[in-house]
């Protein structure tokens, strides 16, 4: 496991050593290296970043104002922090904001390692419980709705819309969708291949429910859902299966 790094510092040669020690760790990965934490939101806005080594002290906008502007993101996986520092009494700050770690200036590569290393660790075991959101059956799978698992049959399944870090499961004769807290794509892996498909990249329909199909668009029941150009090739070839 691989995990997208980015490192925050407004002094250029705290910023060159951190940079350093995250190239040269297997385990990470430099997305970049930025001198104020304003630099850095943009850059989280835009990418999946997994990890934030962050100076505390900056100007305009600190280390410990944008930990909480993390804090407020919705979904679970969102960036974690080790926190950089040459001040002791940060811990309770850190702590409300829920940091991984300290690493308190001047650090070496050991006590990096040990921090990264704790990252990683954190890593892992988030991506096994994710994993263990969406348990697949022969005939049905649980989703985790709101704070219970919620057993779901899979004939019952028609269509299921992505919305960023959920995915709305729309059931046979049920008018209101179930809201799981899991992304498409995650959902994507767990369902059976043979009966599902991902047509658009915010939809994936049950093949046994498509009433009709067009060159750009699906017909289930009432609702169309227009097949995304990458997408066709996909529909195209399980067609060709039917005539």
Same mark, same amino acid.
């Given at each position: 496991?691989?995990?997208?790094?980015?490192?925050?510092?407004?002094?250029?040669?705290?910023?060159?050593?951190?940079?350093?020690?995250?190239?040269? %760790?297997?385990?990470?990965?430099?997305?970049?290296?930025?001198?104020?934490?304003?630099?850095?939101?943009?850059?989280?806005?835009?990418?999946?970043?997994?990890?934030?080594?962050?100076?505390?002290?900056?100007?305009?906008? %600190?280390?410990?104002?944008?930990?909480?502007?993390?804090?407020?993101?919705?979904?679970?996986? @969102?960036?974690?922090?080790?926190?950089?520092?040459?001040?002791?009494?940060?811990?309770?700050?850190?702590?409300?904001?829920?940091?991984?770690?300290?690493?308190?200036?001047?650090?070496?590569?050991?006590?990096?390692?040990? &921090?990264?290393?704790?990252?990683? &660790?954190? &890593?892992?075991? =988030?991506?096994?419980?994710?994993?263990?959101?969406?348990?697949?059956?022969?005939?049905?799978?649980?989703?985790?709705?709101?704070?219970?698992?919620? #057993?779901?049959?899979?004939?019952?399944?028609?269509?299921?819309?992505?919305? @960023?870090?959920?995915?709305?499961?729309?059931?046979?004769?049920?008018?209101?969708?179930?809201?799981?807290?899991?992304?498409?794509? &995650?959902?994507?892996?767990?369902?059976?291949?043979?009966?599902?498909? #991902?047509?658009?990249?915010? =939809?994936?329909?049950?093949?046994?429910?498509?009433?009709?199909?067009?060159?750009?668009?699906?017909?289930?029941?009432? %609702?169309?859902?227009?097949?995304?150009?990458?997408?066709?090739?996909?529909?195209?070839? =399980?067609?060709?299966?039917?005539?």
């Amino acid at each position: 496991m691989v995990l997208n790094c980015i490192a925050v510092d407004d002094e250029p040669l705290a910023l060159g050593l951190l940079s350093s020690f995250i190239a040269q %760790t297997p385990f990470l990965k430099l997305v970049g290296s930025y001198s104020s934490a304003i630099a850095a939101l943009e850059v989280l806005n835009e990418q999946e970043i997994d990890l934030i080594f962050l100076d505390i002290q900056m100007p305009d906008l %600190t280390g410990l104002q944008l930990a909480r502007t993390l804090e407020s993101k919705p979904g679970g996986n @969102k960036p974690r922090v080790i926190f950089t520092t040459a001040f002791h009494n940060y811990a309770i700050e850190g702590y409300k904001v829920d940091a991984l770690g300290y690493l308190l200036k001047p650090y070496d590569y050991e006590e990096f390692l040990n &921090a990264s290393q704790k990252a990683l &660790a954190y &890593a892992e075991k =988030f991506k096994t419980a994710q994993q263990a959101l969406v348990n697949v059956m022969d005939d049905y799978i649980f989703l985790k709705v709101e704070y219970q698992m919620v #057993r779901v049959e899979i004939k019952n399944i028609v269509y299921i819309e992505g919305l @960023k870090d959920y995915a709305k499961i729309h059931l046979l004769n049920e008018e209101s969708p179930l809201l799981s807290l899991i992304t498409l794509k &995650a959902l994507e892996e767990k369902l059976p291949k043979q009966r599902f498909m #991902r047509i658009h990249r915010s =939809f994936i329909i049950a093949l046994e429910k498509i009433d009709a199909v067009t060159k750009s668009s699906v017909q289930i029941g009432n %609702t169309s859902i227009t097949i995304g150009e990458q997408y066709k090739e996909g529909m195209k070839q =399980f067609l060709s299966n039917w005539y």
